[in-house]
């Protein structure tokens, strides 16, 4: 069964790093891109970051405005791990994190371009 576990979430000062991964197992076909989402409380989820494993766009990545140069998004060789390396946290980043996956090549950062998803990990920033 195909399934997507996220890991690293946790709570952190403002100014601060945190490294969350997420591994896909179980998937009997290629993935074509996976991301991170996140959700505020009160807020709708949004796109963090995405990044493409297969095709001609392989490696490609895509950012939320407002985590350009402070986010990073990676795959391990294999690309069944990617990770979210998250520097100069803020309070406003504090949300659910969520790893997705998907099988083809939709809107970059849209939840319709992912069909699986994690069960969301905690991130809480504090000022």
């Known amino acids: 069964q195909a399934q997507l576990r996220e890991s690293g979430g946790g709570s952190v000062q403002a100014g601060e790093s945190l490294t969350l991964s997420c591994t896909a197992s179980g998937y009997t076909y290629s993935l074509a891109r996976m991301g991170w989402f996140r959700q505020a409380p009160g807020k709708e989820r949004e796109g963090v970051a995405d990044?493409?494993?297969?095709?001609?766009?392989?490696?490609?990545?895509a950012y939320l405005g407002s985590v350009k140069g402070r986010f990073t998004i990676s795959r391990n060789n294999d690309k069944s791990t990617i990770y979210l390396q998250m520097n100069s946290l803020k309070s406003d980043d504090t949300a659910i994190y969520y790893c997705a996956a998907g099988s083809s090549f939709g809107k970059r950062l849209d939840s319709a371009s992912f069909r699986d998803w994690g069960q969301g990990t905690q991130v809480t920033v504090s000022s």
């Open positions: 990044i493409t494993l297969s095709g001609y766009s392989a490696g490609s990545t």
